[in-house]
């Protein structure tokens, strides 16, 4: 039987079926992609997964190492046995783990420019927050902007809610485009350092190297056995006015091979007479070390992830006080 249809009504029916065809088309294609996307996440992070177990291995082997140095004189920590810095390779299944253990008590404690036994009771400590403006200067910022920002960060970590002069407290952070509030508490990751009044980016840039966030305010336990001539603004800091920062490489440079025996010795070289190091300092420099860095870089296949961790070998066994994770390079 012929179709009772007109020419033109066959053609519109066929056009709609092309676009159902089309449409069709395009939702199976959308569907197998997203499905295809879906596969690929999941196997990346079951693959991320697999490297952190591994990084995490990695963390609890050098904690462990850590121990064992700590141990095996724990009276003096040296850079004898090559320990600081020196990569250690860990095969790992389709892979390796490098690890890096460093000294993590040679930097500048931010929580130092306080003094307190707990989150209430946290008051500015005036020689720390003269060691963070010296390490600023140090470091070539402004004497002005050093000290304005050194009474902002113990402002910012302080339990008072009363600013410092130059410093700055919730009423200045309130100003702030998006406007927030002062801590009030000891900071925890050296990151929290660019919320203060006063650090600019680019005064963040120079001085993220040099600090860290202990969780102590201890003033920042300098190892004089193992600080680095490269370091030398962190000694320099101890004694501003007194000592300049290519003096303190100097000293640095001069370590006897086997580290110093006592800090008698040491605060007794004649490269050091005719200082007067306050009582505070004497006994802020160390030969021990109490707090040690991991890093450990994980390379499974073409996933990578590198993990940072905080060691607390103050006491036995060592602890792992925090740690963090990141993409690798």
Avoid: H
């Avoid at 919730?170 to 508490?185: I, L, M, S």
């Avoid at 193992?226 to 007194?242: C, I, R």
């Amino acid at each position: 039987m012929p179709d009772p249809r007109k020419p033109n009504e066959r053609g519109a029916a066929l056009l709609t079926v092309l676009l159902l065809v089309a449409v069709m088309s395009v939702v199976a294609a959308t569907a197998l992609e997203r499905v295809a996307l879906a596969t690929r996440m999941t196997g990346n992070g079951g693959a991320i997964d697999q490297a952190r177990a591994y990084a995490d291995a990695g963390t609890q082997i050098a904690r462990m190492r850590i121990g064992d140095l700590v141990a095996s004189n724990p009276a003096r920590i040296t850079l004898a046995g090559g320990w600081m810095g020196t990569p250690q390779s860990i095969p790992v299944p389709g892979g390796i783990a490098t690890a890096r253990v460093t000294d993590g008590g040679n930097c500048f404690n931010l929580n130092s420019v306080v003094t307190g036994e707990s989150e209430a009771s946290l008051k500015v400590r005036p020689i720390g927050v003269s060691q963070f403006q010296a390490l600023l200067q140090a470091l070539g910022v402004d004497a002005r902007q050093a000290q304005g920002a050194a009474a902002a960060l113990a402002d910012w970590i302080d339990s008072d809610s009363v600013a410092q002069p130059g410093g700055a407290e919730d009423e200045t952070y309130a100003q702030a485009a998006r406007p927030y509030r002062a801590a009030n508490r000891m900071m925890v990751d050296a990151s929290e350092l660019r919320a203060v009044n006063g650090i600019t980016p680019a005064i963040y840039d120079l001085a993220r190297p040099w600090v860290c966030a202990l969780p102590v305010t201890d003033l920042s336990p300098i190892n004089i056995n193992t600080l680095l001539p490269t370091q030398a603004p962190l000694f320099a800091m101890l004694l501003p006015g007194q000592l300049s920062v290519a003096q303190a490489r100097q000293l640095l440079a001069q370590r006897p091979t086997e580290g110093y025996g006592s800090t008698v010795q040491f605060w007794a070289m004649p490269s050091l007479s005719g200082l007067s190091p306050m009582t505070e300092v004497t006994e802020q420099v160390k030969l021990t070390t109490g707090f040690f860095e991991v890093d450990v870089s994980v390379n499974v296949g073409e996933t990578q992830l590198v993990e940072r961790a905080l060691i607390d070998a103050r006491e036995n066994p060592a602890t792992i006080v925090r740690r963090s994770w990141g993409a690798g390079a």
